[in-house]
Antibody, heavy 116, light 106 residues
Framework: VQLVQSGAEVQKPGGSVKVSCEAS????????MHWVRQAPGQGLTWMGW????????NYAQNFRDRITLTTDTSINTAYMELRWLRSDDTAVYYC??????????WGQGTLVTVSS | DIQMTQSPSSLSVSVGDRVSITCRAS??????LIWYQQKPGKAPRVLIY???TLETGVPSRFSGSGSGTDFTFTISSLRPEDIATYYC?????????FGGGTKVEI
């Protein structure tokens, strides 16, 4: 089982980005999908989670106005869309199954660069 | 939000050294703590969960201890492949929060 994310993106300030995360295997709906980001040379910041079964979401306060998490269970894929991008949104974005500590799984990360 | 304070932020060590990193939570998180290892350009890798349970396949030189608010991560005898940044993360409550990281260098 692995999580495979979409490729690197370059976006302009004020724009938006949508990162995908495809899960192999047949357990996609069994785990909440979390999103975490890491700015260059910085630590890890949790952004939110989505329940693929219900579509319920929980967003970190700092992103609540700009983030949307969705899933397409027919293709075992989760999406993270971030709007109104700023230069300080430049980061590696990870999808991850973080809900069960003994079964944690991370995607490989997607670099999003925000630059004019 | 639960704040995770990790120390030191960096550590200069030698092969064979015993390495200890601490993580303090701003409130009681019982044992809901994970320790990760991250190498440059890679996703974090789980080493320890539930504060002291070694993840499958992780060498026994890694260990974790503590409960409540104070936790310790130890490498009993550092190997060259252990050069990395280490993070703690609490999962007692949302938002999930991470320590600031400890960069272990030779």
């Amino acid at each position: 089982v692995q999580l495979v994310q979409s490729g690197a993106e370059v976006q302009k300030p004020g724009g938006s980005v949508k990162v995908s995360c495809e899960a192999s295997g047949n357990s996609f709906s069994a785990f909440y999908m979390h999103w975490v980001r890491q700015a260059p040379g910085q630590g890890l910041t949790w952004m939110g989670w989505i329940d693929p079964n219900s579509g319920d979401t929980n967003y970190a306060q700092n992103f609540r106005d700009r983030i949307t998490l969705t899933t397409d269970t027919s293709i075992n894929t989760a999406y993270m869309e971030l709007r109104w991008l700023r230069s300080d949104d430049t980061a590696v974005y990870y999808c991850a199954r973080l809900g069960i500590p003994s079964a944690i799984l991370w995607g490989q990360g997607t670099l999003v660069t925000v630059s004019s | 939000d639960i704040q995770m304070t990790q120390s030191p932020s960096s550590l200069s060590v030698s092969v064979g050294d015993r390495v200890s990193i601490t993580c303090r939570a701003s409130q009681d998180i019982t044992n809901y703590l994970i320790w990760y290892q991250q190498k440059p350009g890679k996703a974090p890798r789980v080493l320890i969960y539930d504060a002291s349970t070694l993840e499958t396949g992780v060498p026994s030189r890694f260990s974790g201890s503590g409960s409540g608010t104070d936790f310790t991560f130890t490498i009993s005898s550092l190997r060259p492949e252990d050069i990395a940044t280490y993070y703690c993360q609490q999962y007692d409550d949302l938002p999930l929060t991470f320590g600031g990281g400890t960069k272990v260098e030779i």
